[in-house]
């Protein structure tokens, strides 16, 4: 039985789990630490914050500004667009490389998990009619994986199209987390989705692509399987952000 905990920094909201009881502790610290080396680096270069694209690191910069930047790289969008997946992915690596079986990171709906049990992933899309339906089916061989979402119409974050929910998976979560954002930024319309779906696929290192807009579903690529789900508790499982009015997690976990 998976047990969970749940955890906010400086408006970032976390759900996370191990299979160790006191590595949640150790997951928290590393959430803490990779937000201060973050913090640190972008004072030192203000345009890795502000920028809307790829921009030029300093020698010194450490893994997480590199595993941004690569995400950044891939995908044309700004850095700090894959933020939430990278420090996801940093924390739960520190659990996994020190013995939890199992280490599951959900950072306001940017997901990380390596499993030792079957689990299920919730989709969650806001008010759109989906929403709450459906679910990933995900075994521990498909695992380590990261489960990335971005949306136009839920969050604090920065998009410029109009798409209920796009949701990247990939084994690299600050890659997924800025295909995601891409991916959201370029539905606007319908008529936009199937270019959307074989722009982000053809990115190197992704392997499937989820995108909502309106009653519409559109998938690519190597996605864990869809099932039916209801889950009653829902509400409670979802990370809230008190900047918006819109849930944060536009991708919940139902564990």
Known sequence: MRTYRTFSLKGSNFRISSSLEDHADLIIDEIKNQRKILENYILCNTKFKTS?????????????????????????????????????QFAAEKAISLGSEEAIVENGGDIFLKISNDILIGIYTGFNPISGSLAFFIKPEHSP????????KM??????????????????APLADAAATLAC???????????VLNRIHAIKGIDGVLLVKDKHIGLIGNLP????????????????????????AEFMSDF
């Open 52 to 88: 809307l694209e790829p921009v030029k690191l300093f020698d010194s910069a450490p893994p997480i500004i590199k595993a941004m930047h690569y995400g950044s790289e891939m995908t044309g969008v700004g850095p700090m667009a894959a933020v939430a997946g990278t420090i996801a």
């Open 145 to 152: 994986l990261a489960i990335c979402s971005s949306s136009s």
């Open 155 to 172: 969050g604090h974050s920065l998009s410029f199209g109009n798409c209920d929910l796009a949701t990247v998976v990939s084994k690299s």
């Open 185 to 195: 930024n370029l539905v606007k319309k319908n008529r936009d989705m199937n270019a």
């Open 225 to 248: 399987k869809l099932v039916k789900h209801r889950d009653t508790h829902l509400p409670d499982k979802i990370t809230r952000d008190k900047d918006s009015d819109y849930f944060r």
